[in-house]
């Protein structure tokens, strides 16, 4: 059916009611993965540990040749699919806590081996004085040539991907939902100039539709990808600090910029400065924490 352990994988990662625990126990069990496809129904159920309900959905997909038609139409349409077992796989994303099993990529997959990426993060209604930040801390960054890595939502994430495209940097999007459903709409535009020039990536197979709960595992990505995160202008309650706090689980440094205490943007990056964040006046406080990795600039 597959000749390798990446087929079979990408083929497991399409099927129904199986979530990250269920292939680690399989890839535990078998970590070729050959014997799964071969197992009578019975004897691969009494493995797992799901319903059913779930168990009937996902042996059904197991042998579907649907799945594998759908897969290969990937190429087709300029989709990489990067497992984790392969070169292409992001370094600094294997070391997070439960890692994707698999990304799906349109635009430059060699980015994904850039060592120096930085998180950009924040608020989807940032002020003008949130946007000045992101205009003056951004250029130096890409001039000393760092990736800009962020989310496509409203706000600060489009408006950090915009400026890197802007000053012919590089950035890279992450995304919830599979490529096929770029969220939200007022950024398509944007998402086809990233997946024509630069790089967007997703842990969900391109058909699928973004969920909400999906949200906060794509902010594990964001900050997995890069060795620091900034955030700019956030609320106490954001998607923006769950990142952060992803980012400081990941081991990764956390930088946010201050703001007024009057503004409610800036709650949440003067509460993570509060909690030990590196504050951030300019792009060189960023730049200064990675000398000792890149002391030639």
Sequence with gaps: MYSSVQERLIHLHHCRSVGWKTIDRLLRIDPSLSSIFSLPYSALASMLSISREQYSLFFQDLHSFAIQSMI?????KNIHIITVFDDYYPKWLKHIFEPPWVLYAKGNIAWLSFPKMI????????????????????????????????????????????IAIEHKGKTIAV???????????????????LMRDHLII???????????????????????????????????????LITASLALEQGRDVFAVPGSIFLEQASGTNYLIQQGAKLVRSAQDIIDEFTYLFPDG
């Excluded at 003008?128 to 600060?156: F, K, M, Q, Y």
């Excluded at 990505?221 to 995160?229: C, F």
């Design 72 to 76: 290969k139409t990937y190429k087709d």
């Design 119 to 162: 998180s950009i993060v924040g608020t989807r209604q940032p002020t003008n004085e949130g946007i000045r930040a992101l205009r003056t801390l951004l250029p130096p960054l890409i001039e000393e040539g760092w990736l800009i890595v962020s989310g496509l939502a409203l706000g600060i994430d489009a408006a950090a991907h915009e």
């Design 175 to 193: 995304i919830a939902g599979g490529i096929g459903h770029i969220y939200p709409k007022q950024n398509r535009g944007l998402a086809e100039r």
């Design 202 to 240: 997703s842990e969900y197979p391109p058909h699928t539709k973004p969920q909400k709960w999906q949200f906060p595992l794509r902010n594990r990505i964001i900050s997995g990808l890069s060795l620091g995160t900034v955030v700019i202008q956030a609320k106490e309650k954001s998607g923006s």
